[in-house]
Structure formats: C-alpha cells, structure tokens
C-alpha cells in the first residue's frame, strides 16, 4: 500500500505564498498519478493540480492555473504544491491523492481511483 501525508499548511494573507508537501511511502512505490484536491466545508472536493508519474506531465484546474506549480523530487517520494498569488477562496483542506491505474491518469483531477489519500492540511487565506 501507499502512504502518503501532508505538510505545510498555515495562515497566509492574500496575495501571499505557501508551499504544501506531500510525502509518499510504500513497500512498492508504484503510481501512475498523484492530484491535489482541497475540500471546504460544504462545497465538493475538488481537484486542483496533478503530475503524471509516466512522463511527469501535469495538469491544473482553471481556478488555479498560473498561480500553482506540482511538481516532485528525483526519488519520486514528494510532491510539491507551490502556490501563489493566494485568494481568500483557496482557504480549504488541502489532500494529496495518489492512483495506480492508467484509467486514473486520463482523468487525474476526477476522485475516481484515487485509493490512497493523506489525513489532509488545512490553508487560510485571510487579512
């Protein structure tokens, strides 16, 4: 199985910047993608950047496109969330999600077989 746990959460002020971790571990270390997603309360999950493991290739919602950049170490064992230009509506826990199908990699920002999930960070964006 796949673990995977969060960091970096916190407090910003708009316009600010954070970056969130997420790192991977696993007797078989072995994904076709990772996604973020982030979720408030009342409001669908919703995913926001992802890297395809095959080629590195990434993709990122339209909400957040231009102000946040995935990306992982060589090892391949962290994913990084950089993220920039921060709004108030950001403010969500933020997941890293990882998949082992090639059927995930053709929809990497969709939930759908995303089986290992990390216990979440939490981003406030706020004066």
């Known amino acids: 199985q796949l673990h995977l746990r969060e960091s970096g959460g916190g407090f910003v002020q708009p316009g600010g910047s954070l970056r969130l971790s997420c790192a991977v571990s696993?007797?078989?270390?072995?994904?076709?993608?990772i996604t973020w997603f982030r979720q408030s309360p009342g409001n669908e999950r919703e995913g926001v950047a992802c890297?395809?493991?095959?080629?590195?290739?990434?993709y990122y919602a339209d909400s957040v496109q231009g102000r946040f950049t995935i990306a992982r170490d060589n090892a391949k064992s962290t994913v990084s969330l950089q993220m920039t230009n921060l709004r108030p509506e950001d403010t969500a826990v933020y997941f890293c999600a990882a998949a082992q199908t090639v059927m995930a990699s053709m929809y990497p920002l969709s939930h759908s077989g995303f089986n290992f999930w990390g216990q979440g960070t939490r981003v406030t964006v706020s004066s």
């Open positions: 890297i395809i493991s095959r080629d590195e290739s990434t």
């Open positions: 696993g007797d078989t270390l072995d994904y076709t993608v």
